[in-house]
């Protein structure tokens, strides 16, 4: 596609359940980012792909927080053990490489029951 | 505490009237800084970007500047329309390899006609 895409638009979880978010960034972007935005609040750093490197994961809140980008292209970042304070939007924003514009997905907005 | 800010949370305006958002950053190494648009429901959208070797960049309707002596950006949108209202983010990247964009909390545009 054109645009980065992330799927699924809207999830609502039980509190204990796991959840995988998936992203799809732009073709032939390097680099790949996942942000986690409350509301009212700008996004906050989750952690950074090259490729299909994790170059840095200093954002994840906690060791409930897993990402992956096996192959270079698609992520997914999986939330284990949903608690209600991981309710928000999650963004995903790919780039050509790192200090070049980041183009963004509409994101994932999770809901904790 | 967060490394981007804004001064005003929430600016309002008429159509045709000309708008300044004002963010102040305190790293000093950042050397990339970009404006962002998000509207409700939607991902952070790319408006302009800068680089620390530059005070002044012009886009349609928009310019960014950049006072690294008094470490503040601003957006300027000249004669705003009601599709300029949105929450506007500015956004650093500190000089440091691996590192991603550092956002600030957002000003509120609104627009009426």
């Known amino acids: 596609g054109a645009g980065v895409s992330q799927s699924p638009r809207y999830k609502v979880a039980k509190r204990g359940q796991d959840v995988a978010l998936r992203c799809d960034p732009i073709?032939?972007?390097?680099?790949l980012f996942w942000y986690q935005q409350a509301l009212g609040q700008g996004p906050e750093f989750l952690t950074y792909?090259?490729?299909?490197?994790?170059?840095?994961k200093s954002g994840l809140p906690s060791d409930r927080f897993f990402a992956e980008r096996p192959e270079g292209s698609v992520s997914t970042l999986k939330i284990q053990r949903t608690q209600q304070e991981d309710s928000a939007v999650y963004l995903c924003?790919?780039?050509?490489?790192?200090?070049?514009?980041?183009?963004f997905g509409q994101g994932t907005r999770l809901t904790v029951v | 505490g967060e490394s981007v800010g804004l001064h005003l949370p929430t600016l309002s305006v008429q159509e045709g009237d000309n708008s300044i958002i004002n963010c102040a950053y305190s790293?000093?190494?950042?050397?990339?800084f970009i404006w962002y648009k998000q509207e409700s429901g939607k991902g952070p959208q790319f408006i302009i970007d800068?680089?620390?070797?530059?005070d002044k960049r012009q886009g349609q309707r928009v310019t960014v500047l950049l006072n690294k002596t008094v470490k503040h950006l601003s957006l300027q949108i000249a004669a705003t329309q009601p599709g300029d209202s949105a929450v506007y983010f500015c956004?650093?990247?500190?000089?440091?390899?691996?590192?991603?964009?550092?956002f600030g909390k957002g000003t509120t545009l609104s627009v009426s006609s």
């Open positions: 073709s032939g972007h390097v680099s």
């Open positions: 924003a790919s780039s050509l490489g790192m200090n070049t514009e980041a183009f």
């Open positions: 790293n000093s190494a950042s050397d990339y």
């Open positions: 956004a650093e990247r500190p000089n440091q390899a691996g590192t991603a964009l550092i």
């Open positions: 792909f090259q490729n299909e490197a994790q170059l840095d």
């Open positions: 800068i680089r620390s070797n530059m």
